[in-house]
């Protein structure tokens, strides 16, 4: 079965500008989650998709924002990108999301911001 | 304060030597306690999930939750140099489960 892929894989962006990532969940996996992986701050949850619909959000501001299609490929936007977005963006898909699922994270996009 | 605290490391130990890392939590809410581990430009792959108090082993790997003292532990015994990378604690509540908090991570080498 194949693992979570993201696309791409790096990216290099000046600030101001906006980026979309994505995610494609391993087959038949339906929650998407995404997190941001800083040296300074670690990995911080930034939100969760399940069905379509955002779960659960962490505390980033709304520059940051995904969605979730029907085949549960998410991709998430960063706009107004700043220097301190640099960062690795994982994301991770986990079969129900109910009660705790393993969570299988992708290898991550790793976004600079010059 | 973070609400999960790591010692970020570096630790380096020689090979076959019992590691031990260790967490802090604070929110009591915590049900789930999990152990990733990330080699170099790679994602976190789960080792070690538990859930509430108490230990679990899987192979030379036990994970030890103590809620009393809010405290989370990863043994690695006979340890190899495969075994170096960041070992990451995470935990979350039942609620919203899939929203890990995660400790800020160490960085293990194993020296031969």
């Known amino acids: 079965k194949a693992g979570v892929t993201q696309t791409p894989r790096y990216l290099i962006k000046t600030r101001g500008q906006q980026v979309t990532l994505s995610c494609s969940p391993i087959?038949?996996?339906?929650?998407v989650s995404w997190y941001q992986q800083t040296p300074g701050q670690g990995l911080q949850f930034l939100f969760e998709y399940f069905s379509e619909t955002q779960r659960n959000k962490g505390n980033f501001p709304g520059r940051f924002s995904g969605r979730q299609f029907s085949n549960s490929r998410s991709e998430m936007n960063v706009s107004t990108l700043e220097l301190g977005d640099s960062a690795l963006y994982l994301c991770a898909s986990s079969p129900r999301g109910d009660a705790y699922n393993e969570q299988f994270f992708g290898p991550g996009t790793r976004l600079t911001v010059l | 304060q973070k609400e999960v605290e790591q010692d970020p490391g570096p630790l380096s130990v020689p090979e076959g030597a019992i590691v031990s890392l260790n967490c802090t939590y604070s929110?009591?809410?915590?049900?789930?306690f999990m152990w990733y581990r990330q080699y170099s430009r790679k994602g976190p792959e789960l080792l070690m999930y538990?859930?509430?108090?108490g230990n679990k082993e899987d192979g030379r790997f036990t994970a030890q939750v103590d809620k009393s003292s809010k405290y989370i532990s990863l043994f690695i015994r006979d340890s190899q140099p495969s075994d170096s990378a960041t070992y990451l604690c995470?935990?979350?509540?039942?609620?919203?489960?899939?929203?890990?908090?995660f400790g800020q991570g160490t960085r293990l080498t194993i020296n031969p």
């Open positions: 995470a935990s979350s509540r039942i609620q919203g489960a899939q929203k890990l908090v």
């Open positions: 929110n009591s809410a915590f049900q789930y």
């Open positions: 538990t859930y509430s108090s």
């Open positions: 087959s038949g996996h339906r929650s």
